[in-house]
């Protein structure tokens, strides 16, 4: 383990190429890029799964309109 620090001390993460920098300086560019680097947006909500309630409501839905039923599993069942 002492290996991988002493590794990632000796390689550079950050370099600047152009113009010098003051330590401050040096510092507040080097918090922002961790900042950025570590950054993880929320996780999105997951969507449900369709409930029996959304599925007898798509139902009616749908024989309010007099459209066909839909193909599927069950779809013997809610045949008139």
Same mark, same amino acid.
């Given at each position: 383990? %002492?290996?991988e620090l002493e590794?990632?001390?000796a390689e550079p993460r950050l370099t600047v190429v152009r113009g010098e920098l003051t330590d401050e300086e040096l510092a507040a560019l080097t918090v922002v890029v961790a900042a950025t680097? %570590?950054?993880a947006?929320?996780?999105k909500p997951k969507k449900k799964a369709p409930g029996p309630r959304s599925q007898a409501r798509a139902f009616v839905r749908r024989a309010l309109l007099a459209?066909?039923?839909m193909p599927g599993p069950g779809s013997w069942k809610r045949k008139r």
């Open positions: 383990m %002492s290996t590794n990632e001390a680097n %570590s950054y947006p929320a996780p459209l066909p039923n």
